[in-house]
């Protein structure tokens, strides 16, 4: 087991999720039968329908999974804590949904006038869109987001109210499209936003986007998990000789279960949110670590990230007018991105945007140390997490 966090995100993303979202979508030398990939009873079998799903929509399925997988990976971390294992769809739903959204993202992040951006990268290799179709990548990737909640909705599993975590589900996916769509919305208004728009606008944006789908996954935990283990303690107390002989096991897992309840989901979801968007927000302003991407990517692109917003706020009229004058070309030289990068350091805006991820980190840190996470696997993990992105 590789020692550092990103090798283990890689390993695990590599050797358990990519295989199990490649055993779901198997490709066709793997498999010959089509249908299940519909919920109903509809015939995939055709000549023209198979040559279609074997060498363009399952291609592009395993093309576009990828990544660190850092959703499942804590999401299989707090079921652990809790000693329960969760379904393979759990897995090919969440790493599905990210893999997805990230093939999306990447048309409407990198369309620039009529054109989409024809260099753009993802995990070091041509966006999906260069390998296949803006258009086939989309409704893929449309396909993947919602195929998760049909398996779902077919899966059975041991609590009570399928129909509300569905619910949850779909809400969640809607959030990230509303997201994504102000986020676009941002950048595509230009001028007109710069005046009215605030860190909460940009903090609600990455709510929308990041945190609903953080929020889905570890809820679908949190149930499952609570489920199961309400299940084993009525069946450990099924009878007096068995409340006998299990008694301290009953007290252990009524102490679960109570520690369960106390962990707040949405807001220990949120603070991951922002505190990896508002990181990702000065990642992209700046030098890329990240394999593929460009430096500056966001001020090539005219992003309205955290740290413009930070500048916009402060900076004085002739500075924020001639950065915004040369923010809103389409075509940036080097020199022009330099003089944007120098107007954020003269404001200190990314140092700003630096010191609200830390105070993000410091807020998750402590509500690990303080509550119902303390001592668990998915706290040590959680706290390892925060400590590497922040």
């Not at 975590?165 to 919305?185: E, M, R």
């Not at 508002?278 to 890329?288: A, C, L, N, P």
């Amino acid at each position: 087991m590789p020692g550092d966090l990103i090798s283990t995100l890689n390993f695990f993303a590599e050797s358990r999720y990519r295989p199990m979202m490649e055993n779901r979508y198997p490709l066709p030398e793997q498999e010959d039968e089509f249908n299940s990939l519909s919920a109903n009873d509809y015939d995939l079998n055709t000549p023209a329908i198979k040559k279609v799903l074997q060498e363009q929509i399952l291609p592009a399925i395993h093309y576009m999974t990828g990544g660190k997988g850092w959703r499942p990976y804590l999401s299989e971390k707090f079921a652990e804590s809790f000693g329960v294992e969760l379904p393979e769809e759990f897995y090919v739903m969440s790493h599905g949904d990210q893999c997805a959204s990230l093939g999306i993202d990447d048309i409407e992040d990198h369309f620039l006038g009529l054109e989409l951006k024809s260099d753009a990268k993802r995990r070091g290799e041509p966006a999906a869109y260069l390998k296949f179709s803006p258009e086939l990548v989309t409704a893929v990737g449309m396909f993947m987001l919602y195929h998760g909640d049909s398996m779902l909705a077919s899966q059975e599993v041991p609590y009570s109210s399928k129909e509300q975590l569905l619910q949850h589900h779909l809400s969640a996916k809607s959030d990230l499209t509303l997201g994504q769509a102000i986020d676009i919305g941002f950048r595509n208004l230009g001028s007109d936003i710069y005046d009215i728009i605030t860190l909460e606008d940009h903090e609600t944006m990455c709510l929308l986007k990041t945190g609903a789908m953080i929020e889905k996954d570890l809820g679908y935990v949190k149930e499952y998990v609570l489920s199961e283990l309400i299940e084993n303690i009525n069946f450990l107390q099924s009878d007096k000789e068995m409340f006998y002989h299990n008694r301290f096991e009953i007290i252990s897992t009524a102490n679960k279960i109570t520690q369960l309840s106390k962990i707040d989901i949405v807001g220990i979801s949120n603070k991951i949110a922002s505190m990896y968007q508002d990181g990702d927000d000065i990642k992209g302003v700046g030098k890329s670590s990240k394999i593929g991407k460009i430096d500056y990517d966001d001020l090539y692109a005219g992003n309205v990230v955290r740290p413009v917003i930070h500048f916009l706020n402060d900076a004085e009229a002739k500075d924020r007018t001639a950065f915004i004058a040369i923010f809103e070309k389409p075509n940036k030289s080097e020199e022009d991105v330099k003089f944007l990068w120098n107007s954020l350091n003269k404001y200190d805006s990314i140092n700003k945007t630096k010191v609200e991820v830390l105070q993000l980190r410091n807020e998750i840190l402590e509500e690990i140390n303080n509550g119902s996470l303390e001592q668990t696997i998915f706290g040590r993990t959680l706290s390892n997490f925060v400590n590497r992105f922040a």
